[in-house]
C-alpha cells in the first residue's frame, strides 16, 4: 500500500503563486510515475500534471503549460507543483496521484484511471 499526503493549497490572489507538495510514504519502491489533478465544484477531475518516477520525463495540461513545475525529490518521496501566475480558474481542489508497477499495459497518464492511489486533496483558492 501507498500513502499519499498532499499540503501547501491556501488562498492567493490572482497573479500570486503556491507550491502543493505531495509525500509518498508505504510501498513506494513500485512507484512508475506521480501526477496532479485538480477538480474545481461541480466539474470533473482534470489532469495537470505527470513526472516520471525517475524524474526524466514531465508533461503538462496545456491550460497550465508555463505557468506550472512538476518537480520530484527522490530522497523525500516527493513531489511539488509550482504554481505561478495562478489564475481565478486554477481554483480547485488539486489532487496528488501515483501509479505504479500494479498498473500494467499502455495508460494515457491524463485519465485519472491511470492512477491506482490518491491523496485526499488540498484545496487552492485563488482570489481576483
Known amino acids: 500500500q501507498v500513502q499519499l499526503v498532499e499540503s501547501g493549497g491556501g488562498l492567493v490572489q490572482a497573479g500570486g503563486s503556491l507550491r502543493l507538495s505531495c509525500a509518498a510514504s508505504?510501498?513506494?519502491?513500485?512507484?512508475?510515475?506521480m501526477g496532479w489533478f485538480r477538480q474545481a465544484p461541480g466539474k470533473e477531475r482534470e489532469f495537470v500534471s505527470v513526472?516520471?518516477?525517475?524524474?526524466?520525463?514531465?508533461y503538462y495540461a496545456d491550460s497550465v503549460k508555463g505557468r506550472f513545475t512538476i518537480s520530484r525529490d527522490n530522497a523525500k518521496n516527493t513531489v511539488y507543483l509550482q504554481m505561478n501566475s495562478l489564475k481565478p480558474e486554477d481554483a480547485a481542489v488539486y489532487y496528488c496521484?501515483?501509479?505504479?508497477?500494479?498498473?500494467?499495459?499502455?495508460?494515457?497518464?491524463?485519465?485519472?484511471?491511470?492512477?491506482?492511489?490518491w491523496g485526499q486533496g488540498t484545496r487552492v483558492t485563488v482570489s481576483s
Open positions: 496521484a501515483l501509479r505504479d508497477q500494479n498498473v500494467v499495459g499502455l495508460v494515457d497518464p491524463e485519465r485519472t484511471g491511470a492512477y491506482n492511489y
Open positions: 508505504g510501498r513506494t519502491f513500485r512507484t512508475v510515475a
Open positions: 513526472i516520471s518516477w525517475s524524474g526524466s520525463s514531465t
